[in-house]
């Protein structure tokens, strides 16, 4: 038996003190045991402790304490875990001595508290308690030495302490271990603190040199390296870090997005690509500049936009992609930066946002933990990929082999217009796609986990698996119509309409229609692709007309009138040339220059050559009314570009000298405007 009760059967108490139930009943006929009728167990009487003389309720106390059984010693009343700020040897003591205080109040049922903390004291400065309790009693102690044992002294304490101050107040005080801060800590700490972030034992010598201490004052070198080790990572790395930097060491605030369906929130950022790529029109390296566009909710790319850097245009074009892709978002969450904030996307009136009906929202300036999410993505996606290449230019690249790259390409470039390392910029938009597409289909460790139906493990789910589940869950896409679409990415601005033209940009639009509105306030949508048109609406979004570049327009004279007037003017040039001429070689003493050439001697090819001319010249000049028709160079430079052009991009090789001129070509201007007419007006524009 091992729980005191108030009161035993005979059978019960022989087996504790170890005597006949014939010696039981002797001993309380001799001792005037007082008993009361046993109920529910088949009859009889039980014996009343309250009744039993002192020796014999002491040893029925040793008998119950030898027989107790860890179970029921070292299951207490549960404490209530209140002492946040305890420590684990603290803890420990406590339940000790809670242990302990149960193992006395069970046995003081029997033979009384007074007597039972008596008793198990005694047992234990004897050592005679059982095992598990005999260890419980020296971790409750909390003192050193073996002999310092338990006192029913003590006992009566911790039996008040915990009636008057719960379970917690039985665990033993820490000492104080905080010591006052040496006093050259605080000199050595204002040179440490600096942002130039000196080491420890330059700031140990310059220290010692500056003679601030006194002789002895300073201690040995391990002993300062140990001390500021105490001081924590941001106490010790302010005035080293900046505020910005600092955050990386202090805690954070995670979000949670759970309850966020496809389309509540998209997020952006731009990120300069980590390699190197052929410019789209001179073919020189660039490092093109990428805007990303994520749904928080399932970590999905839903859009992208690359162009050679960061603008209004190219985050509206990042936009339009994912509003494409995913619908329209109710928040749109990015940076303060000048491709985030600005007239084109966040206008009060015209913005791009407004007009979707989207709510942009900016982090706080400097926070790019707040934006973890597309942060995140540029590592995992972008700069990930970007080391597949050769022409990764990340700081971790080798700088040899980064070196090496270097060299070849603009070698490459130099000579053959192009670098068989570097990708053209449509291989780069199409590596681009093939990355992202890559991204979404990846495990995410951000999202839930689901069992592969493939494989039958468990993994994270990708980013479209979490979009596909939550869209057939009854989350809402709002996807606008290819119209609506043309029209909600097309740029507007308010403009004064004066005698049928609004003004954009420096060009001049007009239509009949506008008649009405002389003098009034207009939005005018521009296509920034297309400068021919623009599209007119009253200030209530009412279409009114389109109208055209310059419509209003005709030649000023006859065309004929103009050539003539041309020519007129090129005879007069050539003469004023003719007579400086003259000037010049007058004043070194020189007469001008015949109009015939000096004889000269020909080889025969020559002569053959001279001849196949004049034939053809006497030949042209027998065919009446015929003119030798005028070159357009210009166009003929052109065309010899785009035949060599198409040459590289079918993989063939081209001579050297047809390289290195379509790699100076590439670079004028002529070439340029050349190349945009032909891009966005087609071959006819130029002549093809």
């Known amino acids: 038996m091992t729980t005191p009760q108030v009161a035993y059967s005979t059978k019960e108490l022989a087996e504790l003190l170890c005597i006949s139930e014939r010696g039981v009943r002797g001993k309380a006929e001799r001792e005037g045991w007082q008993s009361r009728p046993r109920y529910g167990r088949g009859g009889g009487s039980e014996w009343l402790t309250a009744s039993f003389p002192y020796a014999t309720r002491e040893k029925l106390a040793g008998a119950l304490i030898q027989q107790s059984a860890p179970a029921v010693l070292l299951d207490p009343t549960p404490a209530p875990v209140s002492a946040v700020n305890l420590k684990d040897w603290q803890r420990e003591i406590r339940d000790a001595r809670l242990a302990i205080l149960d193992a006395v109040a069970r046995l003081g049922q029997a033979v009384g508290m007074l007597e039972a903390e008596r008793q198990v004291a ?61 006093a050259w800590l605080g000199h050595f700490l204002k040179l440490y603190r600096r942002p130039t972030k000196p080491s420890v034992r330059q700031c140990y010598e310059d220290l010692q040199s500056s003679g601030v201490l006194p002789e002895g004052a300073l201690p040995a070198l391990r002993t300062v390296e140990r001390e500021i080790k105490r001081l924590g990572a941001v106490v010790l790395n302010k005035g080293r870090m900046g505020p910005r930097e600092l955050k990386k060491l202090q805690a954070y605030t995670k979000r949670s997005f759970d309850d966020m369906d496809p389309g509540d929130c998209f997020t952006a950022d731009g990120h300069k690509a980590d390699i190197e790529v052929q410019h789209p029109e001179h073919g020189q390296p660039v490092r093109p500049e990428i805007i990303s566009v994520l749904d928080v909710a399932t970590r999905r790319c839903v ?58 929202t900016h982090s706080i300036a400097y926070n790019s933990q707040a934006r973890g999410v597309i942060e995140r993505f540029n590592g995992s996606c972008w700069v990930r990929s970007a080391k597949q290449l050769p022409t990764y230019m990340r700081r971790d690249m080798d700088p040899e082999a980064k ?40 495990p995410h460790t951000s999202l839930p986990r689901i069992t592969d139906p493939e494989t039958g493990r468990t993994r994270n789910m990708t980013p479209n698996e979490r979009w596909v589940q939550l869209v057939a869950q009854g989350a809402e896409i709002f996807k606008p119509s290819q119209v609506e679409l043309d029209d909600l990415f097309r740029p507007y601005v308010l403009r004064t309409c004066r005698r049928c033209t609004v003004a954009v940009f420096g060009n001049s639009y007009f239509s009949p229609a506008l008649d009405l509105h002389h003098e009034r306030e207009v939005q005018v949508g521009y296509d920034i692709h297309d400068a021919s048109r623009v599209w007119v609406r009253d200030l209530d979004g009412k279409i009114i007309c389109t109208a055209g570049l310059d419509a209003n327009a005709k030649p000023y004279f006859p065309k004929p009138v103009i050539e003539q007037a041309r020519e007129k003017r090129a005879a007069a040039q050539l003469k004023r040339l003719e007579r400086k001429e003259a000037t010049v070689l007058a004043a070194v003493g020189k007469p001008a220059l015949e109009a015939s050439p000096a004889a000269v001697t020909l080889t025969p090819s020559q002569q053959a050559a001279q001849a196949e001319l004049v034939r053809e010249f006497e030949q042209a000049q027998a065919t009446p009314g015929r003119q030798e028709p005028k070159r357009d160079l210009k166009r003929e430079r052109f ?7 198409d040459l590289l991009a079918r993989g063939e090789e081209i001579p050297e000298t047809d390289a290195r001129w379509l790699a100076g070509y590439r670079t004028t201007p002529e070439y340029l405007s050349m190349r945009d007419l032909y891009e966005n007006f087609g071959p006819a524009a130029v002549g093809v």
């Open 639 to 645: 065309l010899r570009a785009l035949r060599l052009e």
């Open 122 to 182: 005694a047992s234990a400065a004897a050592g005679t308690l059982p095992e598990h309790l005999q260890a419980l009693a020296l971790k409750a102690n909390a003192r050193s030495g073996k002999d310092r044992a338990l006192s029913a002294a003590t006992l009566r304490s911790w039996r008040r302490i915990h009636k008057n101050h719960g379970p917690d107040g039985l665990a033993p005080k820490a000492p104080e271990t905080t010591k006052p801060a040496p």
């Open 403 to 442: 070196q090496r790259v270097f060299k070849r390409t603009r070698a490459e470039i130099s000579e053959r217009g192009i670098s068989s390392v570097m990708l053209s910029w449509k291989e780069f938009m199409d590596w681009a796609q093939t990355k992202v597409d890559a991204y979404n289909a990846r």
């Open 303 to 360: 859009g992208w936009s690359a162009e050679l850097h960061e603008s209004s245009w190219l985050v509206a074009d990042a936009i339009r992609h994912s509003v494409e892709q995913a619908g329209i978002p109710a928040l749109f969450y990015v940076d303060n930066g000048c491709g985030f904030r600005n007239q084109v996307l966040g206008g009060p009136a015209l913005g791009m946002l407004v007009r979707l009906g989207t709510s942009p």
